[in-house]
């Protein structure tokens, strides 16, 4: 039954809708009015394109006009679409307009105030703040403070305040659905609500029950470079989110949302997460994942992705792993800046520039000019190389536009063609018949000679892989790397290179390479740059990437623990070894211990799994026992994953089969398909996820989540030592509510171990004789 206290509560809420219903109406006009003005220019715009294009003069007239009309449509777009957000918002608010309450006795204040906190603010038409932003300074009180008395920040510095009340709401449809007073952050009966729901297409905000350590993270404007290290589940991502959004707003003048870039781990993910901002206001921040990154700087080049190197360094031996892990490290991109500074001249590496097949500038010769310059740091003396050819190249245009070819052309040059070419130009401005010729001479040449420009302008006269390779022919190695191992990775990546292909461990050394000596390669325009799961990062990818935005700040959130065959760092370990890398003044670490993610029986499981699990804190949501099948031939197994697809897929929205790798991802789709087709394959192209019965091998299943998970042939045969620990991990905290983990023969000694509590799973063996 309704309390006294509901029914009051439910008065505002009513009251505060039929306020915001009313905004609604009359943005709706507004939106309206934008809307046919908006189009009524469009209308013109497209009118007026259709005119005659054939007189010079008149050309330009129109496309002055053009230009301004596209303008005024761009910013009423603009207008249009500020609007209609601003409509999301309040339709939003209008559903749901708070989510919490805080009493507040200010010092000198005879009276108490209550504030209503949600997604975003609404104020009366006198102004009267009815709803405070989430992200207002006074808001951070109901996540943070504990009754009593508390601090918030604000612009003017530190406030002080009692709290005397904090509750929380479940409001939905306009209708209180629960409420409750807590001294807590967000008490658990909110959590549990929100958790126990079905999974959703896209990741949800959580902004009504962010908690007081994913709060810190959220709320942080002094570090330059935070780093945290948080359990499965524990929020990593959805702090990120929150972050972001909560940035855009604490910087709403200074701060756009392309300036700020998030690299995640794969497809699927970006497009997981994609309803978040949206859903708080905001617009999304750039997303990009490493291999799109590098294969975009390194074009031309077929940069390994982390798949591929999932699928492949499972086995190395020991030079192979002391090999990588030097390549990987930062004293490699320490080694590659001091190579690249104290470079002589004569060993600067060139490529011939082409043109139709034949050399144009040869690599002598833009030798000749690299070493006949001053003495200067070595991306100056390269630029003003670059400045000399293109000098060179403007000369050898004016004497080839001289060429009996180029004036055959311009006879042959249509009316339309020949304007084309004067572009801006009109015939006035030529005092001359021979001046105008030879500009359209010019122009032909140009346009021709084009590839070589370009080549010059994207520096292709450099030759990196020769660098690189000579980089690595000089450099002192360490003492647990054998020089062979590094003669014969030297050789492989110039045998790679010959087949346009690149090994990911040596992507962001060669582009560093290359950053130093051309000086390009820096986007200072980036305020924010966040990595998502770093624990598939090495420090030399970070390293790079610092480099790649030096203006910006930089968070970092993984789980040590998810590292799929690699060795695990500690947070302390990295954090130091990036602060020692990074130089950064503000570096902050912050770990989430507590896990919300899966069921408490899910999480006790996968916690067992762990050398030291006992740090992780379980969200107590009840659910099932995971369930462990074992079967003893190919047939049964299929059998028994069949069965079990059947019975999860009653009463979950998805089903993920998870995989080690491709290979048995493909294995398992084409037995489950043959039998049903209600079952989807996920491949690395793949941008979005279907509900149903998914197989997809566990690293594209990275940060994200489902109803239910079986963790495919967990054997020992499978997954036979502790090399697979992360794997293992990360495959069983992807489940929601549900896990089953089925093994084809005696199960991995990770989960048969003394370590893993009978209690914590329910195994059911198939009788043998
Ligand atoms: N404060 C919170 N309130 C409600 N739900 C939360 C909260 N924190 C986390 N969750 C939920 O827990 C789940 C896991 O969160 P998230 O994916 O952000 O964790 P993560 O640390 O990035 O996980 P992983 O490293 O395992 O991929 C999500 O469903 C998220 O919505």
């Known amino acids: 039954m309704e309390s006294r206290e509901q029914k009051v509560e439910q008065q505002r809420v009513d009251s505060v809708i ?40 008149d050309r330009i007239d129109t496309s002055a006009e053009l230009q301004q009309q596209r303008a005024l449509a761009s910013r009423l777009i603009e207008n249009e679409q500020i609007i209609s957000n601003q409509l999301h918002v309040y339709k939003d608010l209008e559903q749901s307009p708070y989510f919490g309450r805080i009493d507040i006795q200010d010092p000198g204040e005879a009276e108490q105030e209550k504030l209503y906190i949600g997604t975003a603010s609404f104020t009366d038409d006198e102004s009267n703040f009815l709803v405070y932003d989430w992200r207002a300074p006074i808001s951070a009180i109901y996540y943070n403070g504990t009754l009593g008395d508390v601090t ?54 959580i902004v009504a029950t962010i908690q007081r350590e994913q709060n810190d993270i959220i709320r942080d404007t002094r570090s330059d470079l935070l780093v945290v290290q948080g359990v499965a589940g524990s929020g990593k991502t959805s702090a990120i989110l929150q972050r972001i959004a909560f940035l855009l707003y604490h910087s709403r003048r200074e701060l756009q949302a392309d300036q700020i870039v998030l690299f995640s781990p794969n497809k699927l993910f970006s497009h997981y997460i994609s309803d978040v901002l949206p859903s708080l206001g905001e617009r999304n921040m750039r997303q990009v994942t490493l291999a799109d990154f590098l294969t975009q700087r390194l074009q031309g080049l077929n940069v390994e992705s982390l798949f591929d190197h999932y699928e492949k360094d499972v086995d190395l031996s020991a030079d192979q792993q002391a090999l990588v892990d030097y390549k990987s490290s930062s ?23 082409y ?11 833009i030798e000749k000019i690299y070493q006949g310059l001053p003495h200067l740091q070595p991306a100056e003396r390269f630029l003003r190389t670059k400045n000399i050819l293109i000098k060179q190249l403007k000369r050898r245009i004016n004497q080839e536009a001289k060429s ?47 590839k070589v420009y370009d080549a010059i302008y994207n520096n292709y006269f ?17 003492d647990n790397l054998p020089a062979t191992v590094m003669a014969a990775s030297k050789k492989a990546f110039l045998h790679d290179i010959e087949f346009h292909k690149c090994e990911l461990v040596d992507a962001a050394p060669l582009l560093y390479i290359r950053d130093i000596l051309t000086g390009g390669g820096q986007n200072h325009a980036m305020h924010h740059l966040f990595v998502d799961e770093m624990q598939d990062y090495s ?85 099932q026992l995971p369930r462990l099948v074992i079967r003893y031939d190919t047939e049964s197994c299929y059998e028994a994953l069949e069965d079990e697809v059947t019975s999860l897929r009653s009463g979950n929205g998805t089903v993920a089969i998870l995989t080690k790798n491709l290979e048995q991802a493909h294995e398992v789709y084409q037995k489950l398909h043959h039998e049903n087709n209600d079952v989807t394959l996920m491949t690395d192209a793949d941008l979005s996820l279907p509900k ?18 079986i963790a495919w042939n967990v054997s020992a045969a499978n997954f036979p030592d502790d090399r697979f620990t992360g794997t293992l991990y990360t495959i069983a905290t992807r489940a929601m509510h549900q896990l089953v983990l089925i093994s084809l023969g005696p199960v991995s000694p990770l989960i048969a171990s003394n370590k893993m509590p009978k209690s914590v799973l329910q195994i059911e063996h198939e009788l043998t004789n």
């Open 18 to 57: 039929n306020q915001i219903t009313a905004k609604i109406k009359s943005v709706s006009l507004e939106y309206s009015k934008a809307h046919a003005e908006m189009k009524s220019v469009q209308q013109n715009y497209s009118a007026n394109t259709s005119v005659n294009y054939v007189e010079v003069d």
């Open 692 to 709: 149903g019965t998914l197989v997809m091998p566990i690293y594209l299943a990275k940060g994200l989540e489902f109803d239910a998970v």
């Open 462 to 478: 450099l030759d990196i892989y020769s660098q690189y390779a000579d980089f690595m022919d000089t450099v002192a190695i360490p």
């Open 404 to 450: 009996d070819w180029v004036a055959e052309e311009i006879d042959q040059l249509s009316d339309e063609e020949y304007h084309n070419l004067l572009g801006s130009k009109r015939l006035h401005d030529f005092q001359e018949v021979d001046a105008e010729t030879n500009y359209i001479a010019r122009k032909i040449v140009t346009r021709r000679l084009r």
């Open 331 to 353: 004293q490699y991109m320490h080694q590659i800046a001091d190579y690249c500074q104290n470079l002589e001249p004569t060993h600067f590496k060139f490529n011939h520039i």
């Open 152 to 205: 918030y920040d604000t612009p003017a510095g530190k406030q002080l305040t009692t709290l005397t009340k904090k509750r929380q709401f479940l409001i939905q449809n306009g209708k209180i659905e629960s409420m409750f007073d807590t001294n807590e952050t967000v008490g658990d009966e909110m959590l549990q609500h929100v958790l126990g729901q079905q999974n959703d297409e896209t990741m949800q905000n």
């Open 355 to 365: 043109f139709d097949g034949r050399i144009f500038f040869n690599k002598a010769a």
């Open 539 to 623: 420090i030399a990818q970070l390293q790079y990437l610092h480099h790649a935005f030096p203006k910006a700040h930089m968070t970092f959130l993984g789980d040590a623990e998810q590292a799929l065959f690699k060795a695990v760092q500690t947070p302390e370990g990295l954090l130091n070894s990036l602060r020692d890398a990074f130089h950064v003044h503000h570096p902050r670490l912050l770990k989430l211990n507590r896990s919300y993610r899966s069921t408490l029986p899910i999480t006790t499981f996968a916690k067992a799994l762990l050398p030291d699990g006992d740090q992780i804190e379980a969200f107590n949501r009840p659910g």
